[in-house]
């Protein structure tokens, strides 16, 4: 999407007989200008995936059109990406099945990790509908796919020896909801020592 720096109105009170205020424009079209050409590192790695499957669906036998893919081609382009992967995964039968650490290699083969898997079919269902498609004929977001990827961390887990359940965080108490419970402690301790040492009546001292 293109950035367009809009200039603002004049205002009464400005003075337009200076130049610095337009080298300030020049500099904040610029740098937006910069901002626009240089995507971030997601969108770049977004892009890279959605070519590869691209280049996926035309050296398939036969070449697959996007409108023709469902989600058991996913299923075909995930399965085909692991022979890329690094990830040692034992095998039942192996020795070092479940165990963090291995303490020796193991002929075991290297797979996709599924936290790579999982990000990959993120960008590209994302890519997907960015690209034109619809979003209830994505076939990133189909139930096959899901199933797929949970199965995947299962058994990776097991294999591994590791867990992927995200650990909950117990949130601090928030500084205002605490300042204010200060606050108000103090108040009450104050209007306590008020009701303990009431002022004398008027004429007392008299």
């Known amino acids: 999407m293109d950035l367009v720096a809009h200039a603002a109105p004049d205002s009464p009170h400005s003075d337009n007989s200076g130049g610095g205020g337009g080298g300030a424009a020049v500099a904040v079209a610029t740098s937006a200008a910069a901002a626009g050409a240089s995507p971030s590192r997601y969108e770049s790695q977004k892009r890279r995936d959605w070519n590869t499957f691209g280049q996926y669906l035309r050296n ?37 099945f479940g165990h963090p650490a291995p303490p020796a290699p193991c002929p075991c083969p290297l797979r996709q990790a599924w936290g790579s898997l999982d990000a990959l079919v993120g960008r590209l269902r994302a890519a997907y509908e960015e690209n034109g498609g619809r979003p209830e004929n994505n076939p990133f977001g189909a139930r096959a796919v899901r199933l797929y990827l949970r199965e995947v961390r299962e058994h990776q887990a097991r294999a591994r020896g590791v867990s992927y359940e995200k650990k909950k965080r117990k949130k601090p108490p928030h500084p205002v909801a605490a300042a204010a419970a200060s606050s108000h402690d103090a108040n009450g301790h104050h209007q306590q020592q008020h009701q303990q040492m009431p002022p004398p009546p008027p004429g007392a001292a008299a």
């Open 60 to 96: 398939h036998r036969p070449p697959l059109s996007l409108a023709r893919c469902s989600g058991a081609h996913v299923l075909e382009f995930l399965r085909y990406l692991d022979q890329f992967g690094k990830t040692k995964v034992h095998a039942p039968a192996c020795p070092f």
